[in-house]
């Protein structure tokens, strides 16, 4: 089943937890979830978008039974009410930040009005939905470097570490940080390309593999730096079996 839920973000900080957890423990409601679900969230107002997918992965879990993450919910009387009711686990698959799945796009594709509760999405709309998904953040993270990181014992940490470099509202909060220039070769794609190469950058993930443990929390600004393609490959590859720093790669260009 295909589910699509709404997210009021003056109620609960969506962004932050996910980033944080890399799941959210859901209030379930009358809902009828199944293991295996495919959950959309749709952001209310002021961001009206849809921006999570997610996968359900338990339900029928009682306040005593998942994780405490008081820290991220804005109205705290909510918080408390919340924890009577059932919960349903929902890891993120991908998160976008598209244009295209902002509400008079999903509109023109089948959705009536903004989500409320929670709604079973038709083939069409899904179709359109997951279409945003897989493309959205495709020009930032070519393929090539998506699966060059060779298969290694922290292979599962590095999936999840480059997470954050497709993330586009991790993206949006580095470059707001440092600019849209390579912080290793100081390329421009807007100086070389101009209106074409506008707002283009990848952005990497820094934090050594090792350091990632299962309450690993983001810092936008130091953990991910602004880096452009050729770069950006280069820090994906070994030289006799390590990654390059940072500054090595920059003292071996200088
Ligand atoms: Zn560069
Ligand atoms: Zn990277």
Redesign the pocket.
């Known amino acids: 089943m295909i589910w699509l839920i709404s997210a009021n973000g003056k109620m609960y900080d969506h962004a932050g937890s996910f980033a944080h957890y890399g799941s959210i423990d859901w209030r379930q409601g009358n809902s009828k979830y199944s293991i295996g679900d495919i959950v959309y969230i749709y952001c209310t107002s002021p961001i009206q978008r849809v921006r999570y997918k997610c996968r359900v992965t338990a339900i029928d879990k009682n306040s005593s039974e998942i994780r405490d993450d008081k820290d991220y919910w804005i109205n705290k009387e909510e918080y408390e009410k919340s924890l009577d009711g059932k919960f349903l686990n929902l890891e993120l698959i991908e998160e976008v930040d598209s244009e295209k799945l902002s509400l008079p796009f999903l509109q023109e594709h089948g959705l009536k009005a903004a989500p409320q509760g929670p709604i079973k999405v038709n083939e069409a709309l899904e179709s359109y939905i997951s279409s945003i998904f897989s493309t959205a953040n495709d020009e930032f993270f070519p393929e090539t ?1 998506e699966s060059s990181p060779e298969i290694f014992e922290g292979i599962k940490k590095q999936v999840s570490v ?1 997470k954050y ?1 497709r993330s586009s509202i991790a993206r949006a909060k580095c470059i707001e940080a440092h600019g849209h220039s390579c912080k290793i070769c100081n390329f421009s794609f807007e100086e070389i390309y101009g209106e074409l190469g506008k707002d283009f950058i ?1 952005v ?2 820094i934090t050594p593999i090792h350091s990632i443990g299962k309450n690993y929390k983001i810092d936008y600004v130091n953990d991910l730096i602004p880096v452009c393609t050729n770069c ?1 490959a280069m ?2 590859r070994q030289i006799n079996g390590k990654y390059l720093t940072i500054q090595e790669l920059i003292k071996l260009i200088s």
Do not use: F, M, P, T
């Open positions: 470097i480059n470099e990848h990497h993930h950006h820090l994906h």
